[in-house]
Each structure stands twice: as C-alpha cells, then as structure tokens.
C-alpha cells in the first residue's frame, strides 16, 4: 500500500457520460498529480494541485477538470465521455510544491472503460 | 512530441546477468531524471533518480547513468532478479519539478 488511494479501481460507462475519480494522498502530501496512461503510451501528464491551487496543466482536454479539496483529496472530472477516453488514470502525490527526493508516490491507478 | 523516449519496448534477460535500460530525451531543460517500476495492476513504484549536476547514482544493485552531452541515460540492474520482472519507466523533470515527463516504458523478463 503506496498510501495513495484511489477509487474506484475499475470503471465501465457509455459514451457521453460523466464520470468523477477520486484520489486521496498519502499522508502529510500537498501536492496531487493526476496521469493518464493509454494503451501501449506512456503516463501523460494532465494536472497538478498544491494544497487546493492548481500549478500545473499538462495535455488536458476541456471535457476534463479537477479540483483539490481543503481535505486535500482530489476529484478528476470527466465529462462528454469518447471511446478514446479509455485509459488508467493515475493519481500521485508528493510533500510539497519543490523536488522530493524520492519522485511522486503512486497510486494503483483507475482503469476507465468507455463503451 | 515524446521527450523522452524508450526505444525498447521489451529486455529479456537471465537471472544473475546484468540488465540495461535506455532513455534518451530531446529537452536540454530537464533538470531531474527518474526511474519507476511497475507491476501489472500496481501504481509505478518510484527506484532511483538523478540530478543532472551527477553522472552516476547507485543504489543496491540499481545505478543510474546521465550522459548530458548525449542527452542519454539508462539503469543498470546488477545481478538481476527474476523480481525485477516489471515495465520500467524513465521519467524527467525540468527544476520547478512541477511535472514528470514520462517515457512509454520497457518490459523487463528476468527469465531464472
């Protein structure tokens, strides 16, 4: 157990639909990171929160959003789902907003399904 | 455009020989260099890292070599385990560290 949790771990919707993954950071981390792998890619980089602001958006659509709660949980939105959408999406997090020494911590990551 | 990149797909190799992973990256901004492991169904598991000031880091039996002037760099696993069966990932980051640049992975067989 990384520390990070996420939910829910396995996710089958239509296209069209809206879904929300949630993420919560290991203990003590501020910032929350949110990836998505496709098949045979690499984990592409969507958004980063520091303790509730955003900080840094990689390649996120518009149908995507998210959002770092005073808890300091995290919500991935997304919305006007496609096919393409199918993907694991990983969350991560780290101390704080500078270069830990160790990288992020993982989550095991929810694998979406859009049919 | 993939910034760093993974060339080999897959590495087999038998127990108790040495086992080299590559990453080349195109951005001469990347300031920070890691490695992360993953198991089928599993979050990538952070394994070594590397600042771009060093040009080798070791830790066990894990070492990471940077060569700047080639933009090039790889893991050394030594001797390896049938455990270290997993896809490894090289991942880099400019020096806000505000995100990780990740390559699409190489699927590592440790075969006894």
């Known amino acids: 157990d990384s520390g990070v949790t996420q939910t829910p771990k396995h996710l089958i919707t239509a296209t069209g639909q809206r879904v929300t993954l949630r993420c919560s950071p290991r203990?003590?981390?501020?910032?929350v990171y949110w990836y998505q792998q496709s098949l045979d890619q690499g984990l592409q980089f969507l958004i980063q929160?520091?303790?509730?602001?955003?900080?840094a958006k990689g390649n996120i659509l518009e149908r995507f959003s998210a959002q770092q709660f005073p808890d300091l949980h995290s919500e991935l939105n997304l919305s006007s789902l496609e096919l393409g959408d199918s993907a694991l999406y990983f969350c991560a997090s780290s101390p704080g907003d500078r270069k830990p020494n160790y990288g992020y911590t993982f989550g095991s990551g929810t694998r979406l399904t859009v049919v | 455009d993939q910034q760093v990149k993974q060339n080999s797909p897959s590495l087999s190799v038998q127990e108790g020989r040495i086992s080299i992973l590559n990453c080349d990256y195109t951005?001469?901004?990347?300031?920070?260099f890691l490695w992360y492991k993953k198991y089928p169904a599993e979050g990538p598991t952070f394994l070594i890292s590397?600042?771009?000031?060093?040009d080798k880091n070791e830790d066990g039996r894990f070492t990471v070599f940077l060569n700047k002037s080639a933009k090039h760099l790889s893991l050394h696993i030594v001797p390896s385990q049938p455990g270290d069966s997993a896809v490894y990932f090289c991942?880099?980051?400019?020096?806000?560290?505000?995100?990780?640049?990740f390559g699409t992975g190489t699927r590592l067989l440790v075969s006894p």
């Open positions: 203990s003590g981390d501020l910032s």
């Open positions: 991942a880099a980051s400019g020096r806000d560290f505000q995100k990780l640049v």
């Open positions: 929160y520091y303790n509730g602001e955003e900080r």
């Open positions: 590397i600042s771009s000031i060093k």
């Open positions: 951005n001469s901004m990347f300031d920070y």
